[in-house]
């Protein structure tokens, strides 16, 4: 599976990453998996790494598809969720600015994009410089 994720739950975060190529179909089986895990809770802070990403499927009606079941989650309980993309290259952004795109129509929902994972932990209120140093201490 291309996707993979970690919920940090005394932080309030949740870790998710890529690796090679998206595929929509394995985002929808992670985020299924996600919201069925007994630590999944609405308004859970969101670090999507994007930073091992080489490519993902361009199916535009499958990814605005997954944004919307996200939305039921992310948007729709009434709370807010910060969404934090790191992007390290040009695959990384275009994907990341293209889902960005989505949640224009949600408020609920802040998505951000930032090059380093020191901004990105600091914009999730984390006291790490890297996200290898925070895996390791939440371990």
């Keep these: 599976m291309s996707v993979s994720f970690r919920i940090l739950a005394d932080r309030g975060l949740v ?55 996200k939305a039921e989650l992310f948007a729709a309980q009434g709370v807010e969720t910060l969404m934090v993309y790191l992007v390290t290259g040009a695959e990384p952004d275009e994907l990341a600015r293209t889902v960005m795109r989505s949640w224009d129509a949600y408020d609920g929902v802040v998505p951000l994009i930032q090059t380093s994972e020191a901004d990105a932990l600091q914009l999730l209120g984390q006291p790490e410089q890297t996200i290898q140093a925070l895996l390791e201490r939440v371990n």
């Design 15 to 69: 870790y998710v990453r890529y690796d090679g190529m998206a595929r929509v179909a394995d985002t929808f089986a992670a985020f299924s998996e996600y919201v069925a895990h007994p630590d999944c809770k609405p308004g859970q802070k969101q670090l999507v790494d994007l930073s091992r990403l080489t490519g993902f499927e361009r199916d535009y009606f499958k990814i605005m598809s997954l944004q919307a079941k």
